[in-house]
């Protein structure tokens, strides 16, 4: 292996291994659910999510995320679940929950624009 290479692939490595000490953590038990609904709203929701999702990896908190679409006329239901699927969060079917659990957050994003999610400082939504 030429130096070139132990010098590109040494750091990509070390990352890989901080990324996993770091955020996949035991998540057996959740500190608290977050609920999330959506609407008409694809061209912002996967990054958003995303962002969620790697927060919650990294902050050291176990969250329970829940996505609930309501009514979308575009491509936002088809982009939840197939994010439900790599990320691995929870889409109820029927889009209703009941009553939440006590500790249970609810943010209802269905009226905000792409740049006001992208915008949207997580700390303060997910954290006490």
Request: proline fraction near 3%; aromatic fraction near 6%.
């Amino acid at each position: 292996m030429s130096n070139m290479a132990v010098r590109i692939i040494a750091p990509a490595l070390a990352v890989l291994v901080l990324y996993v000490v770091v955020c996949l953590r035991d998540r057996r038990q959740a500190d608290f659910a977050l609920i999330l609904r959506f609407a008409d709203q694809e061209e912002a929701v996967e990054g958003f999510l995303r962002k969620v999702a790697w927060w919650a990896g990294c902050s050291g908190r176990r969250i329970e995320l829940v996505v609930m679409v309501d009514s979308s006329r575009d491509l936002t239901e088809a982009i939840v679940r197939r994010l439900a699927r790599d990320l691995g969060f929870h889409v109820p079917s029927g889009g209703c929950l009941g009553k939440p659990a006590a500790g249970t957050r609810c943010f209802d994003a269905r009226r905000l624009t792409g740049s006001q999610l992208a915008r949207l400082p997580l700390a303060s939504l997910l954290t006490a």
